[in-house]
């Protein structure tokens, strides 16, 4: 977090680190928020490793391939990041519908379209999966002693 990232932290909240046993949607106790990781040099691996894509779209060449700042994950209030085929979007508990209007929107259908599993957690309990132009909610079994959560059915 800082550097690149400016002013955002968002990661650090919105995100669960198995390593420290954060949840997601609470403030990891090591961040400076708006500022940056306290522990930067010993943070946990999976911090680390970690680039939202508004963090990857930075290093494009061509400015109108990143990211615009008002898509930022501190102004968005969503987290979208993502590896192959799947993409994983996480929304402040503060604004859940964020990930439903405007760019965001806009930018998840894209990415559904172009045949990426989109997840989303709105950050107040409900996981949803965009497809085909709509979302359907999931079901979510708990947490195991990692934190780790999976998709177990859809609701009817
Ligand atoms: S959410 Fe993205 S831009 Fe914000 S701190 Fe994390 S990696 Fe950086
Ligand atoms: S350990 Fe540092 S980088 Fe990782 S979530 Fe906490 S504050 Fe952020």
Not at 39 to 60: G, H, M, V
Not at 72 to 91: A, N, Q
Not at 132 to 139: K, S
Request: with cysteine.
């Amino acid at each position: 977090m800082a550097g690149k990232c400016g002013g955002c932290t968002m990661c650090c909240k919105l995100l669960g680190i198995s390593e420290l046993k954060k949840p997601s949607g609470a403030w990891c106790a090591l961040c400076v928020i708006a500022h940056g990781c306290s522990q930067y040099d010993t943070r946990p691996t999976s911090c680390k490793i970690f680039e939202c894509f508004w963090l990857t779209s930075q290093a494009n060449v061509e400015e109108a391939a990143r990211m615009p700042l008002r898509l930022r994950p501190d102004k968005s209030k969503v987290v979208i990041s993502g590896d192959g085929d799947s993409v994983t979007v996480h929304c402040d508990p503060s604004q859940s519908g964020a990930w439903q209007r405007g760019a965001v929107a806009a930018i998840l259908k894209a990415l559904a379209n172009g045949g990426k599993d989109v997840v989303v957690n709105n950050g107040i309990g409900q996981h949803f999966l965009v497809k085909d132009g709509r979302a359907v909610e999931l079901v979510i079994s708990a947490p195991d002693g990692s934190g780790v959560q999976k998709v177990i059915g859809f609701k009817t």
